[in-house]
């Protein structure tokens, strides 16, 4: 239902959009071209004819990765590290219960 000059951009899910009909809009002129942070099949075998496309660009999903981010990851490990030698509540626990 897109205009054959449009770009689809995903970032959110692969499973969002229909590879395969996603392909065939790419090959056929149904759409102009993708830009994709994320695919249906991650990681997505090599032989997958989308990686061949001039109209595709792939990203790895890594949009949410900085010096900051891994900088505040890490600090919330470390003090959950401490928490839990202290006995203290874990912050962010998930238990199957």
Sequence with gaps: MM??????????????????ALY?????????G??????AEEPTPQEHP???L???????HQSGISRESVARSAAFSFDNVRRAL?????QSLITLE
């Design 3 to 20: 205009k054959p000059s449009a770009v689809i951009i995903n970032t959110t899910r692969g499973a969002v959009i229909d590879q395969e």
């Design 24 to 32: 065939e809009a790419l090959t056929t002129g149904g759409i102009a």
């Design 34 to 39: 993708a830009a994709l942070d994320v695919l």
């Design 50 to 52: 989308i990686w061949q």
């Design 54 to 60: 001039d109209n595709v660009v792939i990203t790895p």
């Design 86 to 90: 202290l006995g203290e509540p874990i």
